[in-house]
């Protein structure tokens, strides 16, 4: 199934998958100008992100970070992610301003996942898009004139499956523990690699009880180099492993990111929730009479890269890598 928007007679309805540094939508157009006045009228934007640049998920046993203060905590939203989550919330606002400029607050409905990191990404966002009018701010000072407070839901972990793939669910947990066995790409990369993962498994110190963690080893790679920059020194047991140790764990990462568009009951099992919601309001807006104030709607979802991911293979389209910030 491929839906990145809905047209119906004169109307538009918008699908907006935020990530990669872009704005995927369609029709493709320049991001950073306002939607033009065209026959078609927008009657609904349903957007979706993943949350901003974060510390860590976890860290090895030899991570060379490992006595780093991180002062936040680990998974945590960093400065950088804050400012391009709020730098995003001002594309959409530019993107759709026509559409956006005489919405009802109450007709903004912000969605996240519990975690705290997607939690400050979502405010972000809100905050970027919809900066109050002079007749919203609610003090006297330059706070209330830049901010204004608009809900976000969540729920408990253990129920959030409308957001975060990593929810339990006993039957798309079946089909992950048995992809080592019954996927050929997947397999033969285990077998091609066997080595190397042993190599290192020896060299972070860890043991992998599923080839997921080893991912874990190229998510502290990667976000620390990401969080410390030109300052970030390379671990010197990558170039002892192989020359390429790098690139073949991003290999594998990449994997997780791209397997599970074969697995259409998976990605029902996973996303069914969300794509029933965006469906049921794209038919809610498509049986509008008229546009107004009153009906303009716009539905945020704050998630993460892997249940993004998982979005983009059940309309259609496989990105084939991680999905960056």
């Known amino acids: 199934m491929k839906m990145t928007s809905l047209t119906l007679h004169v109307t538009t309805l918008c699908l907006v998958i935020l990530c990669c540094e872009s704005i995927l939508t369609s029709p493709i157009r320049n991001v950073s100008e306002p939607l033009p006045c065209v ?36 998974g945590q939203l960093i400065q950088r992610g804050k400012a391009r989550m709020y730098h995003y919330g001002q594309t959409l606002r530019k993107r759709y301003a026509t559409y956006l400029d005489d919405i009802l607050l109450t007709n903004i409905r912000a969605q996240s996942s519990p975690s705290r990191r997607v939690l400050e990404t979502t405010l972000s966002v809100l905050a970027g898009t919809f900066p109050p009018k002079s007749s ?15 809900a976000v839901e969540t729920t408990e972990k253990a129920r ?23 996927d050929p790409i997947l397999k033969k990369a285990l077998e091609d690699n066997a080595d190397f993962i042993d190599r290192v498994k020896k060299a972070t110190g860890q043991t992998f009880e599923s080839w997921i963690q080893m991912n874990w ?35 594998f990462e990449s994997l ?7 697995y259409p009951t998976y990605l029902r099992l996973r996303q069914g929730l969300l794509m029933n919601q965006i469906i049921n309001n794209f038919k809610e807006a498509a049986a509008l009479e008229t546009i ?8 945020l979802y704050g998630s993460h890269d892997t249940f993004i991911n998982m979005v983009t293979l059940t309309l259609g389209y496989d990105l084939g890598n991680v999905l960056l910030y």
């Open 217 to 251: 080893v190229y998510d502290a790679i990667f976000s620390e180099k990401n969080f410390f920059g030109n300052k970030f020194v390379m671990p010197a047991w990558l170039n002892q492993v192989s020359n390429d140790t790098y690139d073949r764990l991003k290999m």
């Open 160 to 182: 959030a499956w409308l957001l975060n793939s990593d929810t339990p669910c006993p039957a798309a947990q079946d089909i992950e523990q048995k992809l080592p066995k019954n």
């Open 256 to 262: 997780q990111f791209s397997l599970y568009g074969s």
């Open 292 to 299: 107004s104030a009153k009906t303009k709607k716009i539905f």
């Open 136 to 150: 919203q701010a609610w003090a006297n000072n330059p706070l209330a004139h830049e901010w204004q407070p608009i």
């Open 39 to 74: 026959d078609d009228e927008l009657l609904l934007i349903q957007a979706i992100f993943r949350h901003g640049d974060r510390t860590p998920i976890s860290l090895y046993k030899t991570d060379p970070y490992n006595n780093y203060t991180w002062t936040d905590g680990l």
